[in-house]
């Protein structure tokens, strides 16, 4: 019932009236079989004859142009009694695949020709429409809150895990390229230069007298002594006979070298000139060192095993969590009413008010920006019309044969029943002509 209802209209209405009409003037003439030529008895019954030949035209023009029209989307109920009439009907589900292919170059060869696009893209300022959009303050608003929420989500969304994994590999890739005895040579010479390598040197005496001074020290000594012994049977008894002669003793010769090495110590780090002299020995074999095919190749086995050992990925990760924690809202509150005032959001406000002053003192700036928009514009839009055909097709293949009829119907239903409107008068008109015509004849 409510199919029916949705799809009655005038030109119906008009059909029945007209098959109404006709079968009444049918019966007047079946009942006055006296009628002919326009004459009954004495009365004149011309009127009878036209409307007669009127209301059979304009049944005939209904029903034509209804098999017609409703042939293009289905197949009349007509055709049961007429089935050899059936192959010529339901021509747009019959045809589908041509309409819908048909659709397709239409829009993408006659409506939005890449000519037609390009027309309108330079005929369109995109930025005074963004100054204008600017002007009122809700669509700032509104565009920075798009802008950080855009911002926002791509940041959470990233895989920090990952992105650390990538990071370390290029951190090391770099690294390994770095020529690392050409950076030392800089280094040692910038330290030479700004006489840090004193610093260095004096670094290095302290922890010899903090070195000879230690407990680790003498007990090496002592033991060393005491090795001495051991080396063999000679060895051995002549140590014997020096300590039951009394001759030496251990513990003294461990006391005297360790104050031997501690009074040398420092002597190097108090007296000035056997400081220059360690200095200018440590310099002396520093720069016989450094330009070795040895020293390259300890330098470079120390750099590539520093590589291999160093973990960055667990740091980077933290400072990747980190930023992000800090430029954006926490995601518990993301979504509420009133926007976090976060480093990104403060970015993206000074951003949008840059970009609006410069666009409106700098006219250059706004000139090139403005080529790059159009540029960037007229890139998408010849993608988008080399995609637009097979979006259309694809979209219409997708829908059932019911949908995609319904859809056509409704878009060409109004000129459709006009059609039948027309064909229903068209008749009438031609049958009152042909009345006429045979009343002169």
């Not at 829009?107 to 020709?113: C, D, K, P």
Request: with cysteine; aromatic share 10%.
């Amino acid at each position: 019932m409510n199919s029916l209802k949705k799809h009655w209209t005038y030109a119906d209405s008009a059909f029945l009236a007209s098959s109404a009409i006709y079968l009444l003037f049918l019966y007047l003439r079946l009942h006055y079989d006296g009628l002919y030529m326009g004459h009954f008895g004495e009365l004149k019954w011309d009127w009878l004859i036209l409307g007669y030949y009127m209301a059979e035209a304009a049944l005939i023009g209904s029903f034509a142009d209804w098999f017609a029209v409703t042939a293009v989307f289905k197949v009349p109920w007509i055709c049961r009694l007429l089935p050899f009439m059936a192959k010529h009907t339901a021509i747009l589900p019959r045809s589908r695949e041509g309409f819908v292919r048909g659709c397709g170059q239409m829009v993408q060869q006659e409506f939005l020709t890449k000519k037609a696009l390009l027309l309108q893209k330079k005929q369109l300022v995109i930025l005074d429409k963004f100054i204008v959009y600017l002007e009122k303050p809700e669509n700032k608003a509104r565009l920075q809150g798009l802008l950080t929420n855009f911002a926002e989500g791509v940041l959470h969304k990233l895989d920090t895990q990952a992105l650390s994994r990538q990071l370390e590999g290029k951190i090391k890739t770099a690294l390994a390229d770095v020529e690392a005895n050409e950076q030392l040579d800089k280094l040692f010479k910038a330290l030479a230069a700004q006489r840090r390598d004193e610093q260095c040197y004096e670094w290095l005496l302290q922890q010899l007298v903090a070195l000879a001074e230690s407990p680790a020290i003498r007990e090496r000594v002592r033991r060393e002594l005491q090795k001495r012994g051991s080396e063999g049977l000679w060895s051995s008894l002549k140590l014997w006979a020096a300590k039951k002669l009394d001759v030496v003793n251990v513990d003294d010769a461990t006391d005297a070298i360790c104050r031997a090495l501690v009074a040398t110590a420092h002597r190097l780090q108090d007296d000035e000139q056997w400081r220059c002299w360690l200095y200018a020995q440590l310099q002396r074999v520093a720069g016989s060192v450094y330009g070795t095919e040895a020293w390259r190749e300890l330098v470079q086995s120390l750099q590539n095993r520093a590589l291999h050992d160093i973990s960055l990925q667990s740091a980077l990760k933290q400072l990747l969590d980190n930023m992000i924690k800090a430029l954006c809202r926490p995601l518990a509150q993301k979504g509420g009413a009133a926007a976090q005032p976060t480093i990104l959001l403060q970015a993206v406000q000074e951003a949008l008010a840059t970009i609006e002053t410069d666009l409106r003192s700098d006219a250059q700036f706004k000139a090139k920006a403005e080529v790059y928009l159009q540029h960037i514009l007229g890139l998408g839009l010849l993608q988008a019309q080399t995609m637009l055909g097979d979006i259309v097709e694809r979209i219409l293949q997708a829908m059932a044969d019911e949908r995609l009829t319904e859809m056509v119907r409704s878009k060409v239903d109004t000129d459709m029943q006009r059609i039948r409107l027309n064909g229903t008068v068209m008749g009438a008109f031609l049958g009152a002509i042909f009345y006429l015509l045979k009343c002169a004849w």
